[in-house]
């Protein structure tokens, strides 16, 4: 696999369509070392070697530096770290300006310009490896990996860490969540300095003192450990890569690729989440040829009243997915439109202790209240088909053994999507190896990151999309693979059920951390605003439909009870008309943890929507009308706090819908209420 990316990756930048490209090597190494700049000339790189043949990488904005000289390099476990006595034997640089298509997702064109810049490192020791670091230079930001072509003396590596360095060039303010931790990413956001950051999941994101943004991440995860980044001196980082139960973190074959190492850099808040497409051009295009089959859609589901504790899982006389319950879902998807329902617990294996356990698990063995056959034609008859859901209890390698059987039986009873779940504490995922012996291996480490494309592959063989839950990280993947179409991978809405729920602020830390790796279900949508023991969620009304804009997913759910929706259909009818699939997104402002407005146009109409939301403060945010078309006229339906309304007093229910007609460069001042939201629908007109 590692020989593939490598030819695939190099393939792919030579034949791009570019305004200029061609190659310049470097005449001046021994004067400044190996260096390049953006398409635009802010952003510069420069590869610098120590005196003790220790290669370093740094960056500068403007002239200004930005990522002071960071380590560059790998240490290994059965070998000499790649790091010391290394020259620089070469460089090149090439430019690429291309544009692509997505067959779903926030944009539907993305742009890919580029810098690319190529530094040849050899060890002038005997072993004389060699270390391609590859940097693509965009406007808005950075990406770079290590590429290890054929050679005799790397023909097997084991990896322990990677000795990779970010060292930020100043001190400022950063969002981030622990990694390491038993909940895997499931954290709210820290906001502290830098220099007081401990060891963090990716995306994280800081902004320094002079108002630089820059996201750290990742991007194409592919047979590799997830990168954590731990601090460690001042405001310098280090990747740490997840732990596995391997004889190394990373064992790979030469030739090999790493993932690339990203850091998205912008002027503010808003600038992060645009400049966040980066990250799929630095994936490998789509691998599964047709893929019309892949369906973004909402749905519903028989899952809201199991996280209340209304409905059980298992068995017995609350169990949730009875075909009684079930038809309910279908008949108010199938009256309102909505292609989707999601059934959790329909499956043999719930009974019992089954967290960190599911061995039990029967992904095509249907309970006996759960009339598989009758529920799949029932929904076909009304329009809509039934969402599956394989629950591991974290026993991968159990469902490795059903993977075919599996997604063989979601296509034959009409499923186009099905969730998956690894609910295990972190660095408890069950996995067997062909001999028997068994191992313990973390959600985000090498052998995850394999079963997770097993998993997306199969499903694709069946012609059925993936939303796993309890996954891996998104890193741009879903442009390779369409059909993955989105994850969990953070607090979403459930917590707001349960005790210890999140904070107003909760929404806008995501859009500008968890939500810069991709498409996250979050489930929104709930509009009784009640959780487990009629525990009030610290939300309003207009928060909770403005998340179906603000929070992106291909696969949206309309997450609360139907009978909550029968009751308030004034303000459902914005859920049911808002889409999920985007021709254009912008942000029109934000400020991480506080705020954040985004407009997106419909990809099947001429359509608009704007969704905000805010933190605990009232907020009165002006916007400009200049996304919408020229020479139209708009019918804006606005869903919006009432004068009174606040998150934290009865007063959250509240809400008004409200009409006017609008047109392009208009300007709307946008009221939220504290811990509220709000939703419009540019309705065009001729």
Do not use: C
């Not at 719930?350 to 759960?370: A, I, K």
């Not at 759910?557 to 009818?573: G, I, S």
């Not at 002006?622 to 019918?635: H, I, N, R």
């Not at 008004?656 to 208009?666: W, Y």
């Amino acid at each position: 696999m590692g020989r593939l990316i490598a030819l695939t990756a190099l393939t792919s930048i030579m034949a791009m369509p570019a305004l200029a490209q061609g190659v310049v090597q470097n005449t001046a190494l021994e004067a400044g070392g190996a260096s390049a700049a953006s398409p635009d000339g802010k952003l510069r790189v420069t590869v610098t070697v120590d005196g003790d043949g220790r290669p370093h990488y740094a960056v500068t904005r403007n002239g200004k530096p930005l990522i002071e000289p960071s380590r560059l390099g790998l240490l290994l476990t059965d070998a000499p770290k790649l790091e010391r006595r290394f020259a620089i034997e070469s460089q090149a640089t090439t430019s690429a300006d291309s544009t692509w298509e997505q067959p779903w997702g926030e944009w539907k064109t993305i742009r890919d310009r580029h810098t690319e810049f190529r530094v040849r490192l050899k060890e002038t020791t005997a072993l004389a490896r060699v270390m391609d670091v590859v940097f693509r230079i965009f406007d808005e930001g950075v990406g770079f990996r290590y590429e290890f072509p054929d050679q005799p003396n790397l023909k097997h590596a084991n990896i322990a860490d990677e000795l990779t360095e970010f060292g930020v060039a100043g001190n400022g303010t950063a969002w981030w969540i622990p990694a390491g931790e038993w909940n895997r990413y499931e954290y709210l956001y820290n906001r502290t300095r830098i220099s007081e950051v401990g060891q963090a999941h990716t995306p994280i994101t800081v902004k320094l003192e002079d108002g630089t943004h820059i996201a750290f991440h990742e991007a194409a995860l592919v047979d590799y450990s997830s990168m954590w980044l731990r601090r460690v001196t001042g405001t310098r980082f280090k990747a740490q890569l997840s732990p596995g139960a391997g004889p190394a973190k990373v064992v790979k074959n030469g030739p090999f690729t790493t993932p690339w190492r990203t850091m998205v850099i912008a002027d503010d808040a808003a600038g992060l989440y645009t400049g966040s497409r980066m990250t799929l051009n630095l994936n490998e295009p789509n691998k599964l040829g047709d893929v019309s089959w892949v369906k973004p859609g909402k749905f519903v589901g028989v899952w809201w009243n199991m996280i209340k504790g209304k409905w059980t899982w298992a068995r017995g006389p609350q169990h949730g997915a009875t075909t009684a319950n079930v038809k309910r879902y279908i008949d108010f998807a199938g009256a309102n439109g909505i292609p989707g329902v999601l059934v959790e617990g329909w499956n043999v294996g719930w009974d019992g202790d089954w967290f960190g356990n599911g061995t039990d698990m029967d992904f095509s063995g249907p309970t006996e209240d759960f009339d598989a056959e009758a529920l799949a034609a029932y929904a076909k008859k009304k329009g809509t088909s039934l969402i599956g859901h394989h629950e591991t209890g974290g026993s991968a390698s159990h469902y490795d053994k059903q993977l075919d059987k599996a997604f063989a039986w979601s296509a034959a009873h009409g499923q186009k999507v099905v969730k998956t779940g690894y609910v295990a504490d972190a660095g408890q995922i069950g996995r067997v190896d062909p001999d028997g012996s068994e191992h313990r291996e973390w959600h985000d480490g090498q052998w995850m990151s394999n079963h997770h494309l097993r998993v997306v592959l199969a499903a694709a063989k069946y012609k059925v999309s993936v939303d796993p839950h309890e996954p891996i990280k998104d890193t741009g993947l879903r442009r390779t693979y369409p059909n993955w179409l989105a994850r969990e991978g953070a607090r979403g809405q459930e917590y707001m059920a349960w005790q210890g729920k999140n904070p107003p602020e909760h929404e806008a830390n995501l859009v500008f951390t968890r939500m810069l790796s991709g498409p996250m279900d979050f489930t929104p949508g709930i509009l009784s605003l009640k959780g487990e023991k009629d525990s009030d969620i610290p939300s309003t009304i207009a928060k909770q439909l403005a998340q179906y804009v603000v929070i992106y997913s291909p696969v949206q759910m309309a997450a609360d009870e139907p009978e909550v929706y029968a009751r308030l259909m004034d303000a459902f009818q914005f859920i049911k008309d808002v889409p999920v699939d985007w021709a254009d997104t912008r942000v029109l402002n934000g400020e991480v943890g506080d705020y954040v407005t985004i407009a997106r146009k419909d990809r099947h109409s001429a359509d608009w929507y704007l969704g905000a939301v805010g933190d605990e403060q009232a907020r009165n945010l002006e916007v400009t009308l200049d996304f919408l078309d020229a020479g139209k006229t708009y019918t804006a339906q606005i869903y919006r706090d009432a004068p009174d309304t606040r998150f934290d007093a009865e007063t959250r229910h509240k809400y008004v819908i409200e009409t006017k007609k609008v047109r392009r460069g208009d300007k709307l001042t946008l009221a939220l209420a504290p811990g509220g939201g709000q939703a419009i629908r540019f309705a065009a007109g001729r």
